[in-house]
Structures are given as structure tokens and as C-alpha cells.
């Protein structure tokens, strides 16, 4: 079982920089791929990126690509999104959360295990 805490999240202008912590206990944590969700208001909980439990592999979203990283320390058992050249648009909930295998890494169902969620908000 996996337990995660998202931390880092604030209000921030308009090509601003944030980075998002994802702090994980459990075991199972660097065999977990992880993944970042966001939630808009009155909108779905969408893709932003994720990551196999050994970074070979990182996939984003297209409208966050160039400006996010998603990076991982599994001996510190934390996932981290570095958000650079923030967007009103970005402002959301951000989730991370953790699942078995990388298969349907865009998809909420593919993940068990889900924090609670940080507000990013972006003001222009």
C-alpha cells in the first residue's frame, strides 16, 4: 500500500515557477509508477504527467510539455512536478497518484493510490 502527501502548491503570477512534492510511504513505492493529475472547477481531473518507477520513461500532456518536469527520488520516496512558465490556465487541483504498472498511464483508473491534492493557482 502506498500513501502519498502532495505539498507546494500556491498562488503564483503568470509565468511563475512552482514545484510540486509527492511524498510517498509504503514499500511499494519505487516499484510504483507515478503520475500527476490536475482539476480544474467545473471540469474532469485530466493527464498531466507521469513516470515509471525508474524514470526510463516520462510522459506529459501537450500543453504542459517544455514547461513541466516530472522527476523522482526513491531513496527519498518522493515524486516532484516542477511547473516553470505558469499559465492562468494551469491554475488546478493537482493530484499525484500511484499505480502497479505504466500500462494506461493516462487513464485515473489506472491508479490505485491518490493524494490529496494541492491548489495551484495562477493570476495573470
Known amino acids: 500500500q502506498v500513501q502519498l502527501v502532495e505539498s507546494g502548491g500556491g498562488l503564483v503570477q503568470a509565468g511563475g515557477s512552482l514545484r510540486l512534492s509527492c511524498a510517498a510511504s509504503g514499500r511499494t513505492f519505487s516499484q510504483s509508477c507515478i503520475g500527476w493529475f490536475r482539476q480544474a472547477p467545473g471540469k474532469e481531473r485530466e493527464f498531466v504527467a507521469a513516470?515509471?518507477?525508474?524514470?526510463?520513461?516520462?510522459n506529459y500532456e501537450d500543453s504542459v510539455k517544455g514547461r513541466f518536469t516530472l522527476s523522482r527520488d526513491n531513496a527519498k520516496n518522493t515524486a516532484y512536478l516542477q511547473m516553470n512558465s505558469l499559465k492562468p490556465e494551469d491554475t488546478a487541483v493537482y493530484y499525484c497518484a500511484a499505480a502497479p504498472n505504466y500500462n494506461n498511464y493516462r487513464h485515473r483508473a489506472s491508479y490505485f493510490y491518490w493524494g490529496q491534492g494541492t491548489q495551484v493557482t495562477v493570476s495573470s
Open positions: 513516470t515509471t518507477w525508474s524514470s526510463e520513461i516520462t
